[in-house]
């Protein structure tokens, strides 16, 4: 073979993948540059439009009539796309352009195979709809963007018009609640606890594998769909390729970058392991045996007067590192990360208030006693967070944005993050452009006492998630549950926090995840500041959903 003909064959064997855009799949590799000549070689046909200014975008367009067949986003009045919060749940981050699959594909999926939907949708998932504030319907559902895939090079934007679903920032960070009304909400900022993000990743790695996923049953499924939408079939154009698109995605998922994941407990809804898929994925680290499944935090206040330090470890202060890297954890890639976007959302999560306590008001003397007990005992870690000016007070808070290395918490987040991956990650960060060299600090070996703003909203509690609510929370660590469900958006008052002894959700029907506190990476015990008195409690509990 001609040196020129293994390169093509290189080509097209190590990045016709990016094509076709397996789910949560991260390339940093130099092949990325060879990503247009690539799509050009699946494709065969495109046109190249002139860039209107050197720095304009140029579009890759594959003139595929399917594409212009992708259901439209229906909006429920005026769209203002610089509204910042229409941008944080809508746009793309640029996870898309190595993680996203391609629309027709996806939208195909629960239909070729129902078993894995449990017969249903993506609500399987958790991922349900969206509540209708922006539009009356979106062709995704909530927690996924539909974009074009795009490269931004230094100069020069690459947009391959192919319409791909990827996770953004609040397929994670936006939650949803069932309040008192039985009204179910969505809130910004708040974790994402019922969408089970590791199960959706595992279901893409092993679809592709599956002998269903196979070019005549993805063409006929692709044209039931259109028929379904009042579309015309597939071209014959159009057949070759999607076939051609299907024989990519099974070559480049036979080996599963994500099988680390299989010998660590399962995460369920409202959790993930975002470090070690970016060690052991992104930066090809040896699997350390670490399991440091996190539950989803809350994103809101995180300018530095009220988190000096990021993510529970408190492993930077670095906003661009805090930001870019979770997109990068999600399947973007250096030049497809959607920097300016992205930033844009990290300074509005910088002055995000919480959410108001949305349930009936507590009693204001009970507040009163739960405050002065929450100086005494809490203060000095936590600080004391004013709802109302959104300041936090540290003034007699020594602990505030310190590492605890007491706690004595689950080691395993701590832990899978030493010295040595701080080192990787930094460099990555810094080769890409992405964040400064010294960024990241690892080896902090305890968890940051951070604020307690909108706590109320933050369940299941401790980093982990191991602890359903802030009643349990609040007594000596073996009197906590050892075992409860988790992904139930109805709220319990009393105790605070979602719901955790039935098996399934009353709203869907939908079978919720049972937490074992036995296993590695779960532990419930630690946070030994217990209040045992249950008026004293009650009174602690009443003050805390003041914050
Ligand atoms: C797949 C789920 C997921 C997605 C998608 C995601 N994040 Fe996160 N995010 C997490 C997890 C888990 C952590 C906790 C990491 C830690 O503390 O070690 C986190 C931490 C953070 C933090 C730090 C919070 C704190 O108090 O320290 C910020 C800020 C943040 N994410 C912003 C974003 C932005 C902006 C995006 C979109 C570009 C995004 N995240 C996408 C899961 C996600
Ligand atoms: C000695 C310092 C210290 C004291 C005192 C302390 N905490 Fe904490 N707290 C921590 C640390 C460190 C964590 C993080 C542990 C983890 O996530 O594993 C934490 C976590 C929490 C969380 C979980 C936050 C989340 O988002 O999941 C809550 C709630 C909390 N503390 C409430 C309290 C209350 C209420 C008191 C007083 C009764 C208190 N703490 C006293 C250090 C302290």
């Given at each position: ?533 249950d008026a004293e409690r009650a009174a602690v509990l009443a003050y805390l959903k003041t914050l």
């Open positions: 073979m001609s040196e020129s003909q293994s390169f093509i064959q290189k080509l097209k064997g190590r990045a016709a993948d990016l094509a076709a855009g397996a789910i949560f799949q991260v390339a940093t590799s130099s092949w990325n540059l060879a990503i247009p000549v690539v799509l050009f070689l699946i494709v065969g046909r495109c046109a190249f439009q002139t860039p209107e200014t050197f720095s304009g975008p140029v579009t890759v367009d594959f003139a595929l009539p399917s594409e212009k067949a992708v259901p439209k986003y229906e909006p429920a009045g005026k769209i203002d796309q610089n509204d910042i919060r229409w941008r944080f749940r809508y746009a793309e981050t640029g996870t898309e352009f190595r993680a996203g699959v391609p629309y027709w594909i996806f939208r195909i999926m629960p239909r070729l195979m129902p078993e894995q939907f449990g017969g249903r949708g993506y609500d399987w998932f958790g991922f349900d709809d969206e509540d209708g504030e922006f539009y009356e319907s979106t062709p995704v559902p909530r927690g996924l963007a539909l974009s074009d895939s795009t490269l931004r090079i230094p100069f020069l934007n690459v947009r391959f018009n192919l319409k791909r679903v990827s996770v953004n920032c609040a397929g994670c960070h936006r939650g949803q609640l069932i309040d008192e009304s039985g009204k179910r909400r969505l809130i910004d900022g708040m974790p994402n606890h019922t969408a089970n993000l590791q199960a959706f990743k595992r279901f893409y790695a092993s679809a592709f594998q599956d002998p269903r996923f196979e070019g005549g049953n993805v063409v006929a499924a692709i044209n039931q769909a259109l028929a379904e939408d009042e579309k015309p079939a597939l071209t014959k154009k159009e057949q070759l390729i999607y076939r051609a698109l299907v024989e990519v995605l099974r070559g480049y998922t036979r080996e599963r970058g994500s099988a680390w994941m299989d010998s660590r407990p399962d995460n369920g809804p409202g959790r993930i392991d975002p470090f070690n898929a970016v060690k052991f994925e992104v930066l090809k680290v040896p699997d350390d045996g670490t399991a440091p499944t996190l539950d989803f935090p809350a994103v809101w206040n995180q300018r530095s007067e009220m988190r000096l330090w990021h993510h529970y470890d408190g492993n930077t202060r670095d906003s661009s590192a805090r930001n870019f890297g979770s997109a990068i954890g999600v399947g973007g890639i250096a030049w497809s990360v959607y920097k300016h976007s992205v930033s844009k959302i990290g300074d509005w999560l910088d002055i995000l208030p919480p959410p108001k306590y949305p349930f009936a008001a507590p009693d204001p003397a009970q507040v009163a006693q739960g405050l002065e007990l929450f100086k005494t005992r809490c203060a000095a870690c936590h600080g004391l967070y004013d709802r109302e000016k959104n300041r936090i007070d540290t003034t007699s808070s020594p602990n505030y944005m310190q590492i605890n290395t007491e706690i004595g918490t689950d080691p395993e987040r701590w832990k899978a993050f030493p010295t040595a991956a701080a080192g990787a990650l930094n460099r990555f960060g810094f080769e890409h452009g992405l964040w400064p060299r010294d960024a990241f600090r690892g080896s902090t070996n305890g968890y940051l006492c951070g604020p307690l703003d909108g706590i109320w909203a933050r369940a299941p509690y401790l980093h982990n998630g191991s602890v359903p609510n802030l009643n349990e929370l609040l007594k000596p660590p073996e009197q906590r549950p050892k075992r409860f469900y988790r992904g139930n958006p109805s709220y319990d008052a009393l105790n605070m926090g979602w719901v955790h002894t039935d098996s399934a959700r009353k709203d869907n029907g939908l079978p919720l995840f049972e937490y074992d506190t036995s296993l590695v990476g779960n532990s419930n015990q630690g946070h030994p500041i217990a209040i045992e008195d």
